[in-house]
């Protein structure tokens, strides 16, 4: 991956504007924690990263999840790879999934804790379940880069942190929107604070504590 670059990025809903005009760059291998107050603009700008660099792999993780209720979580993961095979696999698979794909999805859901809900169609999971079968997708989708709108959101504790760590471990390069700003910076090497939809703090992680982001709550 080379470096990537938004130039005066901006996003409006009709009239009006809730994003920008904001530049940054991505080196590869940096882990970006997005944080800021609800509806300041980091998903907008997420979907802003995600529609300039698709092209050049980047995959994502919406917030909403984006499942099938009434297909199995193994269906739902093996989603993550639908564009890599032809139309006929993707249908075979539907009815007959291969023993090699079973396996693979398998290993990350025993991983993720959830192996024992391999058949289980993803409408008859719970809320931290169900995030958890979006953060095997994107990983089973093994993009170049990773942009994720609070993966680990629904979980807490020792879960949360596998969790990321899997995600982490799958994605050296990442954008992800956080509401936990100590997981925000141990799990990440930038921090970018957003404010009413620009730029307000962009910091290695290092230099920062949780006091110096609570100006952005
Ligand atoms: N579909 C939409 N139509 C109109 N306005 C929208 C739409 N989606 C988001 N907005 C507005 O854009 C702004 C930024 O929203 P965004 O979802 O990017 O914030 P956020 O920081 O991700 O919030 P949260 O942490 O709650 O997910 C908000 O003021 C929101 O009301």
């Not at 991956?1 to 009006?16: C, F, I, K, Q, S």
């Not at 698709?54 to 984006?66: C, S």
């Not at 169609?121 to 953060?135: D, I, K, M, T, Y």
């Not at 936990?180 to 921090?191: K, N």
Request: proline share 6%; net charge neutral; glycine share 8%.
């Amino acid at each position: 991956m080379t470096v990537l670059a938004l130039h005066d990025a901006v996003a409006t809903y009709g009239e009006v504007r809730v994003l920008g005009p904001l530049s940054l760059t991505l080196a590869p291998a940096e882990r970006v924690a997005l944080v800021g107050r609800s509806g300041t603009g980091k998903s907008t700008l997420l979907s802003v990263m995600y529609d300039r660099w698709r092209d050049q792999g980047a995959a994502l993780m919406p917030q909403d999840l984006g499942l099938v209720a009434t297909l199995s979580v193994f269906h739902n993961v093996y989603m993550g790879r639908l564009d890599r095979y032809p139309w006929w696999r993707n249908l075979l698979t539907l009815v007959r999934p291969r023993p090699a794909d079973v396996t693979q999805v398998n290993a990350l859901l025993t991983r993720l804790g959830l192996d024992d809900k391999l058949w289980t169609p993803c409408g008859e999971l719970s809320g931290g379940q169900r995030q958890r079968v979006a953060v095997a997708r994107v990983i089973h989708q093994c993009g170049g880069m990773l942009l994720a709108d609070e993966p680990v959101s629904a979980l807490d504790g020792p879960l949360s942190e596998v969790t990321l760590t899997a995600l982490t471990d799958a994605y050296p390069t990442a954008v992800l929107a956080m509401h936990d700003v100590d997981l925000a910076l141990r799990y990440c090497s930038r921090v970018i604070g957003i404010q009413d939809g620009a730029i307000a703090i962009d910091q290695p992680s290092h230099r920062l504590s949780a006091t110096d982001l609570l100006p952005l709550y």
